[in-house]
């Protein structure tokens, strides 16, 4: 239970402080406190405004934190609605009725959202396209919901009624007494089920879950390679955003005994984006307030016509994209943290990180080697006739490739070569035209990347790939084997971190780090996933001299301690240090193999490589 409490605040949200969560209560307080003084008609009203609040705190999730745009949410709300009608029209008799026909209209909407998601996010649907698609399965629920006019459209009780919806929808009901509008029953649930879910939604987002999430959102492909399976993921937290918005369809259902198919419009399925934009994506509390202000202010001018009410949204939407992107909430929340953190960082000093000269790897090193397993014999890995291509440039031709347990390798060759794209073969993040590839003797061709991560494989990408805003502690959190309590990464890593000098910068975010820093965390964060095969794509690229010779004597120490490395490198001093079997790569396949001298000596390879 402390546990959970403590996760309440968190990096993932804003208004940690006792002063913040001091007016977060007294304006609860308010809510719970108003029927004592309000009247029953603004009571009404304001249960219409908090009722959306699910529904919003759905997109944030999706949106805010794992950086799916979505304009489905109202057909999930619609949905939802639809389902608890029909169930709650025919078995408004039974006792709790009502209640199997809320939980029908969730299980529906989870049916269907689960669906949807997995053709979208297991088929790899480009990020920019799911907000089309999410928008015509809005407009598609609309339409279909339209012609359902007539009789031959009546399930048991239930009269769908087309453009005209369905009307008399029973409200939830206890015994005698019935949530509907103007009701405090239904005023507390609401304001009630939305204060639980806030609550929850802030110890998820603060959880390990919710640092894997909005690592989805930071890079994609770096979360799947660091052993993540980002596809179910993102149809979970899909999932749990339409549940959301069904619970919303449900208490607007219940609130107004009436739904019609213009809630699943073009007008409606923008609302909620409005809403979470203007206050800010990123955090539950800017949208509970921005949906609950923007209500109200709808409302209002609803007195002058609806139309006024959409006309300030568009603007208000147009004023808060241009000035304050993270919305107005956020900005706002932000401006007090920055000053803060600055005030922290300043009392730090700048303190100049010495790379660790001082420690002996080896040492360090030698103390988890003795912890790490025999390393075996035989091919960790094998390439047998790679073939891939984009459009007609062929990246990789028949290649076949072989290495053995334990060997430290260098792969060289021209820009182009195809050295990267054989890495991504590896990892899986691009799946050959034809070949197989084998790991530790068994096939992992068609693998996704995150069993591969898990079973030994990792990547260090060539252009850095860290999660740029988060501080460098929180990025070694998110490799999957992190996740694992029992391996705490920063007792397993922590060597390397010393060896790198990240240990002094365990708070600072990565985007103000150095070049080299960067890159040496890429490897921590590669080191992270426990790999028995390292793959290193240009791992010192940005970096001094003494830099690169450092990173060198670190690679060798991790083949010392039973790691397989491959490292695609152009700098031939790392190379010369490393001392390593080098294979030499040109237009997708292996041109030579050998010792460096014999491939220095090679003249052929002088000619394509080293520009003679
Ligand atoms: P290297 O890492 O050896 O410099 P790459 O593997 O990055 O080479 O690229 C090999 C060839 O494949 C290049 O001609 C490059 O343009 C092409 N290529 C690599 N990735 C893609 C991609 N995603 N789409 C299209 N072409 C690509
Ligand atoms: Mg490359």
Redesign the pocket.
């Known amino acids: 239970m402390k546990k959970y409490f403590n996760l309440l605040n968190g990096p993932n949200t804003i208004g940690n402080s006792t002063p913040s969560w001091v007016i977060f209560s007294v304006i609860l307080a308010l809510f719970l406190l108003y029927p004592l003084f309000g009247s029953r008609f603004m009571a009404s009203n304001i249960s219409l405004f908090v009722l959306y609040v699910p529904i919003a705190f759905g997109l944030s999730l999706l949106w805010g934190y794992c950086g799916v745009l979505s304009f489905g949410q109202m057909a999930f709300f619609g949905i939802s609605g639809y389902v608890y009608g029909i169930i709650a029209a025919n078995f408004q008799a039974f006792p709790g009725g009502t209640w199997i026909a809320l939980v029908a209209g969730i299980v529906a909407t989870v049916l269907m959202a689960g669906f949807f998601a997995y053709f979208v996010f297991y088929g790899q649907v480009s990020s920019w396209i799911i907000p089309v698609l999410t928008l015509v399965l809005t407009l598609v629920m609309e339409t279909f919901m339209g012609q359902t006019a007539g009789y031959q459209w009546k399930v048991g009780n239930a009269l769908l009624g087309g453009y005209n919806g369905m009307t008399n929808i029973p409200s939830i009901k206890v015994g005698p007494v019935a949530f509907m509008s103007g009701t405090y029953a239904l005023y507390y649930l609401i304001i009630g089920s939305c204060g639980l879910i806030y609550l929850a939604l802030r110890v998820l987002i603060n959880s390990k879950w919710g640092s894997i999430i909005v690592a989805i959102r930071e890079d994609l492909e770096r979360t799947r390679t660091v052993g993540h399976n980002v596809n179910l993921i993102q149809v979970l937290v899909f999932v749990l955003a339409a549940s959301l918005a069904g619970l919303s369809g449900v208490f607007y259902v219940s609130w107004g005994n009436y739904i019609d198919p213009s809630t699943m419009g073009l007008i409606s399925a923008t609302m909620p984006v409005v809403w979470v934009c203007v206050g800010g994506r990123e955090s539950f509390l800017a949208v509970l307030m921005s949906t609950i202000v923007l209500g109200y202010v709808a409302d209002l001018l609803s007195v002058y016509g609806g139309q006024y009410a959409f006309l300030v949204s568009g603007a208000l939407l147009l004023v808060v994209m241009l000035f304050y992107p993270q919305g107005i909430f956020v900005s706002i929340a932000r401006r007090f943290e920055t000053t803060r953190r600055q005030k922290d960082a300043d009392a730090r000093g700048a303190e100049r990180i010495e790379i660790g000269k001082t420690i002996s790897m080896k040492r360090a090193a030698a103390k988890v080697l003795s912890e790490a397993t025999p390393t075996g014999h035989g091919l960790i890995l094998q390439g047998k006739r790679l073939s ?1 291509s ?2 007609g ?4 031709r028949d290649l076949s490739f072989e290495m053995e347990r334990g060997e430290l390798r260098c792969l060289i ?12 073969l590896l990892t899986g993040l ?1 799946s050959p035209d034809s070949g197989e590839i084998y790991f530790k003797n068994e096939p992992i061709t068609t693998l996704p990347s995150f069993q591969r991560i898990r079973r030994g494989i990792s990547l260090k990408f ?1 252009t850095t790939r860290t999660y740029q805003n988060l501080t460098v502690a929180e990025n070694l959190q998110i490799p999957y084997q992190s996740m694992d309590e029992r391996s705490e990464t920063r007792d397993r890593l922590g060597w390397a971190f010393e060896a790198f000098g990240l240990n002094q910068l365990m708070d600072h975010p990565v985007k103000g780090l150095s070049h080299g820093h960067q890159q040496w965390l890429e490897i921590c964060l590669a080191l992270a996933t426990d790999p028995e095969l390292l793959l290193l ?2 791992p010192t690229t940005g970096m001094t001299p003494e830099e690169t010779s450092h990173t060198a004597e670190f690679v060798k120490v991790l083949n010392e301690i039973g790691i397989s490395v491959l490292v ?1 490198e152009h700098d031939m001093a790392f190379v010369r240090q490393i001392t390593s079997k080098v294979t030499v ?1 040109h237009h ?1 396949c292996i041109f030579a193999e050998g010792s460096l001298p014999e491939i220095e000596s090679n003249k052929e390879v002088r000619r394509i490589y080293l520009g003679e």
């Open positions: 891939k984009f459009g440039i062929e990246a990789i060759g021209p820009n182009g070569a195809g050295k990267s794209t054989f890495f991504n691009y060539q794509d240009e695609v790569l997708g």
